[in-house]
């Protein structure tokens, strides 16, 4: 039944489908008697378009012949963007030539295309900006290690100890703690998007929507900014009692995937730009900012010169 598709396409398309490669075709076919509802290929072993891609479709057809449907092709190489509109417009002409009285060869409009080689964040940016037909991205290598930033930067640290709030001093200007228990607050825009993140003490009264609310960089006494929030919400509770165990109900991963695409939708433009971003802003309280430098003051060590 191959073999007859591939002359009767031959004929139509003259002469284009009797170069396919008979190894890859043969083995096609036994992966295809062998996993007949998810028969998705590699096309790209010998030619992509001129080998693999028509010999998927040669036993793609008789698959649907036997009442079972094709999944699709995967792309491992060369120009995906390219491949992948090419592999999609011979879908889309397959299933409107090959249409017969008993079969509408609708399967190949839904067939996915699946691109993997060491799919990064670039990639994916330039397949968005150059335009591609790919329905599945494979993402391997980079899902667990990210080139950009392999290594997490984040350290926990002691801000109270015993009622008593405590700071890490530094010569690192990014490594001195602010000091004390505090409660972070998003300010959201008139344009819905977020403003800030705002750190307020756990004794201070929390930002009101429509009330101005004064906004200072912890350590940049000129950088401060007055703002009426259209929205407030707190972003951290309790989750976890060290007597009482878990007291906050814990999503469940789909829930939680929601929420940070959610959060990502909301966002600025500027701040999602693969290049050169814009920074979000975190501010304190001018309370706790003041304290911050008490306390700093009061700990830092003086240093004599003679």
């Given at each position: ?59 793609a057809l008789v698959l649907d012949d036997l009442g079972y449907t094709p999944r699709g092709v995967r792309l491992d190489s060369g120009d995906l963007a390219y491949f ?163 007291v906050f109900p814990v999503p469940n991963i789909f829930e939680s995937r929601q929420l940070a695409q959610d959060e990502i939708k909301n966002m600025r433009p500027d ?36």
């Open positions: 039944l191959v073999l007859e598709y591939r002359k009767r396409l031959d004929e139509m398309d003259d002469g284009g489908w009797s170069a396919t490669n008979d190894g890859e075709l043969a083995a096609f076919i036994a992966y295809a008697g062998s996993f007949p509802n998810t028969f998705l290929c590699l096309i790209d072993t010998y030619d992509t378009l001129k080998s693999g891609l028509c010999n998927f479709c040669l036993v992948s509109i090419e592999c999609a417009a011979q879908f889309k002409t397959l299933g409107d030539t090959m249409k017969t009285p008993t079969k509408d060869r609708s399967f190949f409009f839904g067939l996915d295309i699946v691109a993997s080689n060491d799919i990064n964040e670039s990639a994916l940016l330039s397949l968005s900006n150059d335009g591609h037909a790919i329905t599945v991205f494979g993402v391997g290598t980079n899902l667990v290690t990210c080139q950009a930033q392999p290594a997490l930067g984040c350290v926990y640290k002691l801000v109270q100890l015993n009622g008593t709030p405590r700071m890490k001093l530094s010569h690192d200007i990014e490594k001195v703690l602010i000091p004390g228990r505090k409660i972070p607050y998003r300010l959201y825009g008139k344009q819905g998007w977020p403003l800030l993140d705002l750190m307020v003490g756990v004794d201070e009264e929390p930002p009101v929507e429509g009330e101005s609310m004064l906004c200072r960089h912890p350590f940049i006494e000129q950088k401060r900014v007055s703002v009426v929030a259209t929205k407030v919400m707190e972003l951290h509770v309790l989750a976890f009692d060290g007597e009482r165990g878990i701040i999602l730009r693969a290049i050169d971003p814009g920074q979000y802003k975190v501010s304190v309280t001018d309370k706790v900012r003041r304290y911050l430098h008490q306390l700093w003051e009061s700990e830092a060590p003086v240093v004599e010169l003679c």
